[in-house]
């Protein structure tokens, strides 16, 4: 035993002493003009080193230098600086006076992917036919990066012609091997127009072909949005995918995509190209998709079914950023997708068989499907919308197919006083794509057909023999289960925030009913009229006549918070008296003789 700790203690003083002596006899300077030859050599960029090298040993033997650039050929701009650098080499080669670098540490570094960084070719430059070995290196020399470690450090991304994103706390860890197939850890975070992204990646790149082509897979991709403009509690999920990218034409794909956020999950892949205009092709399938999860203007769920208003304050250091067509990125991108889903949520409405189809076209949008089930029904919402100006102009023509109302009036923000199921086919177009838009500067015109239509709290065929029975006592009638409308049709027309209601026409039990009226949605008044005739009527056989022929004004207006009613059933009862009584009256002067005073009657008894 002591044999061996001696010999593991002779060892010991003499890497200790042979250390020592590497770094007293070898100055790191010495590879200064190498590290730059090399790097020029290989790839063409300028390296640039400033102060002195000197050595580190604990916990690895390696390279310090201060601060660093390196910038590619004919660039404006270095692709990256740094205030540190550190080079992990290996021991054994540098006893033979070969360096080799196991890996670059880069703290506090700036990277730009921007046109003044990226490499300019000469005027009139040859073009090379292709990607050509690297040179072999100087006799007695090798020089090899394996890993690679950025800390602390900034990333600025900007295409031509485009927006500049700056990506701070970048962190990456990079080690690749003789075949440059790398395993790649990243996190980072942007802020921009008061919206925050954190992000964090796990996966392999293969670069064998770089520049030419990249490929590689992100086994997970974890990220988390939030600010202005997003859910209260933000967007959070991951992402996984194999990729590839094809430099000569700009082209990227993402296939096997696995897509998390919040509740939801999507699956699919997606293809496009970043020379101008963009190009993104988005094929998604998603097993559920909740909406309202996503939004930040979605309506929120309250256990006491009454809705609440949410005032929200704006932040005293700031005021809003004023938001416009010109900031959508639409505007520069060619998009299509096409999203798939088994069931989602949108304002409250549990859809199935949920289906979107859109084409954009540097802002102009095609809907070519926007359709689902809801509920016994469906829906087919396709159309246009318009963001190449800066007014957003929508066309739309909705169909809807055995709908139940309340749930729509619900996702709407209307009061939900009206059930039964509604088919409608229409037009509308206006200016605006939110909901507050729409109640306000939007147009149509639809057909309307509906059935088993029932008013909340409101039994119209109630309310018509009860007011009779106080006006009269010469007819009953016995009460109907049946209180709602069998069959409903009319016109509506949408004109800046007023519904109007045309022709309306339906039957029910015993029950007809003809009227009209219009609804403002913006100041959430209505002045509605319907026209009710009743049968089943017993008792006075001219009353009963009267009242199974002449239809009985109800009027419904004021705020739809609190409506008011009218039901003049004692005037149309009156009426009826005032005419039996002046027929009866003219009888009876029929039967008198002629003279002066009978004629005077007759002349004010005349209709």
Partial sequence: MKRVITTLAILLVVIVAGMTALVLLVNPNDFRSYMVKQVEQRSGYRLEVSGDLRWHVWPKLSILAGRMSLTAPGASQPLVTAENMRLDVNLWPLLSHQLSVSQVMLSNAVVRATPESAPQQPQNAPVAPGRSNADAPASGWSFDISQLRVADSLLIWRQPGGDEYNFRNLNLNLNQDARHLANIELSTSL???QRNAVLSLKGQLDASQYPHRLSGKIDE???????????????????????????????????????SANDSALSGEATGSLTPPQQLALQLHATRLNFDNLMANAPQASDSGTQHATVAHAPVIAAPRVQNNIDSPLNDVNLTVDLKADSA?????????????????????????LSGKLGDGDFSVPGTVDIRQP???????????????????????MPQTVQGAVSLKGGLSGEGLSLEAAK???????????????LAQLNLQQMVRRAVARASDRVSSDESADQGIRQLGGTLALNNGVLHLANLQGEGDRLKLQGGGKVNMPTQQLDVTFGLTLTGWKGDDKVVALLSQQAIPLRMYGSWNNVQYSLPVDQVLRQQLQSEAKSRLNQWLDRQPKNGDNDSLRKLLRP
Avoid: C
Wanted: hydrophobic share 45%.
């Fill in 391 to 413: 007014e957003t102009r929508v066309a739309l023509q909705p169909v809807l197919n055995h709908v139940a109302i309340q749930p729509l009036l619900a996702a709407f923000d």
């Fill in 440 to 454: 306000r500067r939007w147009r149509g015109e639809a057909q309307l057909n509906a059935s088993e239509v029932k």
């Fill in 221 to 259: 991709l974890n990220y988390a949005l939030s600010g202005a403009n997003m859910p209260p509690q933000g967007v959070k999920g991951t992402l996984s995918a194999q990729g590839s990218w094809r430099a000569e034409t700009q082209q990227f794909a993402l296939t096997q995509m696995q897509l």
């Fill in 345 to 369: 949520v949108w304002r409250g409405l549990s859809l199935q068989d949920f289906a979107l189809g859109v084409t954009n076209q540097q802002g102009l949008i095609a809907l070519r499907a």
């Fill in 191 to 193: 802020t921009r127009n």
